[in-house]
């Protein structure tokens, strides 16, 4: 019988695509059936652990569970490059390297080591810190990594590592957002804020922290720690700003006594002839006479000087915890740790100005001193008239006057019965002295007493 051509060439090309087909799924593990890539976002993952007892990253763990499909036919290597976002041909390489290496995660794996990766040695450090300095966040860490070492390394990093070893504690509370606001130059605008809070570990009571800021630069000019708040404290921080940098043109403060005249705790019946807001404190005063403008922000709006707050909140977190690392040299008495306090306080802001970059500004705050709009203060201005405490007082006809339950006597005239049931001003300087004008002129002074 003889044999049709076109049958026998037929059987001849079914044997070559048979063949073709075969060599192709052994050489390259290739399916004839192409199966959707549809899985289940349910289904949970095989976790991969390393040698080191850690899962690998999302990529690895990815590649392996792509192309373990794709050996197993459930997938073909071109969904497979579509899911992983390669080529076709690096897919390849990388199945090829999965099959010859038994279907380990290792095979997958770069063996590349990165230029910046960290020793085991500086690891080893960064736990030996994190569990030394738990209370330490992780910008703080990196600093004091640097410090001891030399080595500049990422606050991510000791992120990272802190939670491998189970060493971070996240922050979970989340603040609500406030529109910002910021001066055009240094100087322009200093907020000044009392922070109570126990800031010398080896004392257990709340400290007031008396600090101005800088709303330009970030730039925390002066700080210090007082056993009271009150007013003269206040003064003083003031009086050190000016002394050091000048006088800016305004102060920024919240509604507390010591700014704002508040009546409370007064009799109803007390019939008031000035408004509250006419009555200036003595600190208000102080910085008028001086030409500084006073503002305050709305009563129990705390956010209104957020930069402060902030910053505050940089010291409860940073500086008690470097005072702690020094905490065997702090005095036990009471006056005593504060001055020392005080100290390592102005050393602290020094290297605060100086290293630290602001997250918004992303400048050092001794980096954005200008422009400036600081000025000096006038010659003929003693800054003793003005930090101080002025009262009115009323000479009697043997030429004394009352003043704290003391009675003084006035020696020196201008002329004779110059102000017999006249009125006087008394300045007042807290352990300094108390001193006598009339008229604006500089009469007497006398000694300070404790009772005053």
């Known amino acids: 019988m003889k044999k049709d051509k076109n049958s026998s060439s037929r059987s001849s090309y079914s044997h070559f695509f048979f063949l073709f087909l075969f060599l192709f799924m052994s050489n390259f593990g290739y399916t004839i059936s192409s199966v959707p890539l549809n899985r289940d976002k349910s289904h949970k993952k095989e976790e991969i ?28 290597l071109k969904q497979a490059a579509e899911e992983l976002k390669l080529s076709y041909r690096q897919t390849l390489r990388l199945f090829k390297r999965f099959i010859n290496g038994g279907r380990k995660t290792t095979s997958i794996v770069s063996k590349k080591i990165a230029w910046n990766k960290l020793k085991k040695s500086d690891r080893k ?14 910008c703080h860490l990196a600093d004091i990594f640097q410090e001891e070492t030399g080595k500049k390394i990422s606050h991510e990093t000791v992120r990272n590592i802190r939670i491998e070893t189970d060493l971070y504690k996240p922050n979970l509370k989340k603040r609500r957002p406030h529109k910002r606001f910021e001066m055009q130059a240094f100087g322009q605008l200093i907020q000044l804020d009392t ?36 007013t003269w404290n206040n003064m003083k921080v003031t009086r050190y700003l000016i002394e ?24 109803l019946h007390v019939a008031y002839h000035k408004d509250q807001q006419d009555v200036s404190t003595q600190y208000k005063r102080a910085l008028s006479e001086l030409g500084i403008t006073f503002i305050q922000h709305k009563p129990f709006q705390p956010e209104s000087k957020g930069k402060i707050e902030r910053f505050f909140r940089s010291l409860q977190d940073r500086f008690i915890n470097e005072l702690k690392r020094h905490i065997d040299e702090i005095p036990k008495d009471v006056s005593g740790a504060i001055k020392y306090a005080n100290k390592f306080l102005y050393r602290f802001l020094t290297h ?21 709009v600081f000025k000096p203060v006038p010659a003929g201005i003693n800054l003793d008239d003005m930090f101080c405490f002025k009262w009115e007082r009323l000479v009697k006809k043997d030429n004394t006057f009352q003043f704290s339950n003391r009675t003084y006597q006035l020696t020196k005239f201008i002329h004779k019965n110059a102000y017999p049931y006249g009125k006087i001003m008394v300045y007042v300087i807290p352990g300094k002295s108390l001193r006598v ?16």
């Open 195 to 230: 922070s109570e809070h126990p800031w010398i570990p080896t004392i257990e009571k709340e400290l007031p922290l008396i600090c101005t800021i800088d709303d330009f630069s970030r730039d925390p000019l002066v700080a210090f720690i007082y056993e009271h708040d009150t």
């Open 437 to 452: 004008f009339y008229d604006g002129q500089f009469i007497q002074q006398f000694p300070y007493r404790k009772d005053v």
């Open 125 to 138: 450090k960064v736990i030996e810190l994190s569990d030394k300095y738990r209370d330490f966040n992780n």
């Open 49 to 76: 652990v390393m040698s080191q007892n850690r899962p690998y990253s999302k990529k690895v763990t990815l590649r392996y569970y792509t192309l373990t499909l794709a050996a197993n036919f459930r997938i073909t």
């Open 352 to 372: 605060w100005r100086t290293h630290h970059i602001h997250s918004i500004t992303k400048f050092r705050p001794v980096e954005r001193h200008t422009p400036s």
């Open 244 to 267: 050091n940098h000048g006088l800016p043109e305004a102060i920024y403060t919240d509604n507390d006594s010591i700014f704002k005249y508040i009546r409370s705790d007064d009799p």
